[in-house]
């Protein structure tokens, strides 16, 4: 089991920026970002994964955040770049990691079930 530790957390103006990060104990193949606010399902934001044969990545981004979030992994860190932030971004943002790397292909990343690790997740708060 990996232990994950989430940080980066805070609160922003609309329009504002955070860089959120995932501290591993050890390196995962397939980790995403999760993000939650009280009474809704937990949503996926975004996916890394690398390739088994080549070591290329794969990300995968949920709609909402296209083109203003951007996630990145440096061996033991996932990182959440966040730009463009909006009221709606406001939410608890959980790293989840996977041993099964299909876990985080494109039609089961978003899928929380699919993760056997969470950490205790970081507030973001964005303020219109």
């Known amino acids: 089991q990996v232990q994950l530790a989430e940080s980066g957390g805070g609160s922003v103006q609309a329009g504002g920026s955070l860089t959120l990060s995932c501290a591993a104990s050890?390196?995962?193949?397939?980790m995403s970002w999760f993000r939650q606010t009280p009474g809704k399902d937990r949503e996926g934001v975004g996916s890394?994964?690398?390739?088994?044969?080549?070591?290329?990545?794969i990300t995968y981004y949920a709609d909402s955040v296209k083109g203003r979030f951007t996630i990145s992994q440096d061996k033991n860190t996932l990182y959440l770049q966040m730009n463009g932030l909006k009221p709606e971004d406001t939410a608890m943002y959980y790293c989840?990691?996977?041993?099964?790397?299909?876990?985080?292909?494109?039609?089961?990343?978003?899928?929380?079930?699919?993760?056997?690790?969470w950490g205790q997740g970081t507030q973001v708060t964005v303020s219109s």
């Open positions: 050890y390196r995962r193949d397939c």
């Open positions: 989840a990691a996977s041993a099964d790397r299909s876990s985080c292909y494109s039609g089961s990343w978003y899928i929380p079930t699919g993760y056997n690790d």
């Open positions: 890394i994964y690398t390739q088994f044969y080549t070591g290329g990545t």
